[in-house]
């Protein structure tokens, strides 16, 4: 896209499912915001609700099912820390020592090793026990979306910018300040000047040869004529972006023949608007703005941009290590708010992208 600018690029969430052993010693006052100790509600969650999951194991199986335990412990080097699974993002687990990584929806993490020697399952061919030390990650799964398949970066940006898909993509904040949400909630998303602000990311986010990927946010912009970046996967290792320009919210990725190639929408000004683009290597880019597709184009059979290490990426900004660059060509940075940033390395349907876009947390 954009090849007259080098433009723009696009978990598994583990869940440790406890058997709640030690719930006793667990002490929810000592972990982070919203964390708490199971109550008489979650511990008999009803039938007609259950928590569904894809458990990844070490052998490289995977397993769909639901956990036949409600509670978490994990014990953390402040103590042990007891909670509900419907408030994890992810956990990840390492190694086959039972250390864990757990990401909470509301973006707090916590380190420590999980109390359970294993996790009942209830899944298609029966009930199985699995091992912890068996398990790698284990990712929830919303509704008849696996929202959480090909899920490669995750960045709520809810008083922080960790990556809570357990890849380790965490990024880097320059200046961006934590602002009220689409709900008016304080601090679940970030405040951009449009001026230097803006979060750094990881390299490597995606594969410049891949076969598609998908890039999802929340955006509130302040100024859409103007050049103006809200995702940049840069061309170090796969060139592609979400941005406003001339009063139109664009998507479209940079590819090695310069052409222009990108996907528009008009652009909505001063309220927060669900944006999402997916790519499909030879075929086709498509713009949706709240939940419904607005715009498509071809595209050749060609990999993204990558290579040009200069170019890195960012929340908010184009290549903000080589501000010369994006001076040379008008682009700015991000004048507005961003929150729920999600990057997958594969086609989202029409309707996982509607899914997105009337979630209410």
């Not at 398990?135 to 008849?144: E, F, N, Y």
């Amino acid at each position: 896209m954009l090849n007259r600018r080098p433009y723009v690029t696009p978990a598994f969430i583990a869940l440790a499912l406890l058997s709640c052993a030690s719930p006793k010693s667990a002490n929810p006052a000592q972990g982070p915001v919203g964390v708490s100790t199971p109550g008489p509600a979650a511990q008999g969650r009803q039938a007609d609700a259950p928590l569904t999951f894809a458990i990844d194991l070490r052998d490289g199986s995977r397993i769909v099912g639901t956990p036949l335990v409600t509670g978490l412990v994990i014990e953390t080097s402040f103590g042990p820390i007891a909670f509900r699974l419907e408030q994890v993002a992810s956990i990840l687990i390492p190694d086959s020592v039972k250390g864990a990584r757990v990401m909470f929806r509301n973006g707090d993490i916590l380190q420590g090793s999980l109390q359970a020697d294993s996790i009942p399952v209830q899944f298609a061919p029966g009930k199985m026990n699995l091992p912890v030390t068996a398990i790698l990650r284990i990712s929830s799964i919303s509704g008849k979306e696996d929202l959480a398949r090909g899920l490669v970066a995750h960045y709520p940006l809810r008083g922080n910018t960790a990556d809570v898909t357990g890849h380790g993509h965490d990024a880097v904040n320059h200046g961006a300040l934590p602002a009220p949400d689409r709900f008016g909630k304080e601090g679940q998303a970030y405040e951009f000047d449009g001026i230097g602000a803006h979060i750094r990311l990881s390299e490597g986010i995606i594969d410049p040869n891949g076969p598609a990927c998908t890039l999802s946010l929340w955006a509130l912009t302040r100024s859409s004529r103007t050049f103006r970046y809200a995702l940049y996967i840069g061309a170090a290792t796969g060139e592609i972006a979400l941005l406003t320009e001339d009063g139109q919210f664009k998507f479209g990725p940079g590819l090695p023949d310069r052409r222009r190639h990108e996907v528009s929408s008009p652009a909505l000004e001063n309220v927060f608007v669900h944006l999402a683009g997916v790519y499909v290597r030879g075929k086709s880019i498509r713009l949706y703005v709240n939940g419904e597709q607005k715009s498509e184009a071809p595209l050749p059979d060609l990999p993204l941009n990558s290579g040009l290490m200069e170019y890195s990426s960012a929340i908010g900004a184009y290549a903000p290590e080589h501000p010369e660059h994006a001076q040379r060509f008008g682009a700015s940075n991000w004048l507005g708010r961003i929150g729920d940033v999600r990057i997958y390395d594969r086609v989202l349907s029409d309707d996982e992208i509607r899914s997105l876009a009337r979630a209410r947390e």
